[in-house]
């Protein structure tokens, strides 16, 4: 699945649903194509000839297996490296006030979320996700953005997802593996490094292929991702 999004040069640029665990790189793609011009994937998805944000995070020590935990400056200055001349991005704390001022002057928000199954925002704490945020002229005076993740549009209320960044809970180390039979960027969650199997959330069981377990490490998102979005801007 995925929604095509007209910029207001009048470019068509698409935001796909995410291959894996790689909410935050979709994300990041979309924004750097919409506003900048700049066609990175997110993931390879058999094209070898351009190197993806996923493997450059990789290869830079950004990610693991493609999450992307941190909203912090640091990680606004390190994307700013992807093109320097071109990409304009802070980490400014999470405030409606904020998100409106970036929006109404043409740029997009990244926003770290808790996302309930349905792709809204709640305040469970877990389940830490990304959207980017955009305005939307008919809803913008009742706070209302129109919000893209999942490959589709959604329309979030600007107060409860501030509400929902708020809550984002830090996580254990945690061990991901994949099925060994499949070609899919999908990772399992497992016990541990050794696992040979993983049982996914709707109950059934993955043989694992070797070696293919990785460890994401325990994070505190509380710092790292709750109370902070990236903005950008031309």
């Known amino acids: 699945m995925s929604i095509t999004v007209t ?4 470019r068509n640029v698409e935001f796909k649903d995410q291959r894996g665990s790689t909410c935050g790189l979709y994300a990041l793609s979309f924004v750097l194509e919409y506003l900048y011009g700049m066609k990175i994937p ?23 297996i493609g999450e992307l935990y941190d909203a912090t400056p640091a990680m606004a200055d390190y994307i700013k490296t992807l093109e ?10 999470c405030d409606v006030t904020a998100i409106i001022e970036t929006l109404n002057g043409g740029g997009l928000c990244m926003v770290p979320f808790c996302v309930d199954a349905s792709g809204n925002p709640d305040n469970s704490g ?11 002229v008919a809803h913008a005076s009742m706070k209302l953005a129109d919000t893209f993740h999942w490959g589709a549009k ?6 409860v997802l501030q509400t929902s960044n708020n809550a984002i809970q830090d996580v254990p180390e945690s061990w991901w593996g994949k099925d060994k039979n499949s070609t899919a960027l999908e990772y399992y ?23 293919s377990v ?3 490490p325990a994070t505190a998102l509380s710092q790292k991702l709750a109370g902070q979005i990236l903005v950008f801007t031309k």
């Open 7 to 10: 910029t207001p040069e009048g």
């Open 154 to 159: 959604f329309l979030f209320d600007l107060d």
């Open 189 to 211: 969650s497992c016990d541990s490094e050794q696992s040979t199997t993983a049982v996914d959330s709707l109950g059934a069981t993955h043989q694992l292929k070797p070696g």
């Open 214 to 216: 990785k460890k994401i």
């Open 126 to 136: 877990i389940h830490a996700h990304w959207c980017v945020v955009q305005k939307n």
């Open 84 to 93: 320097a001349a071109k990409i304009n991005c802070q980490s400014v704390p």
């Open 42 to 64: 997110a993931t390879a998805d058999g094209d070898k000839t351009t190197e993806s944000l996923r493997s450059r995070f990789k290869k830079d020590g950004k990610t693991v």
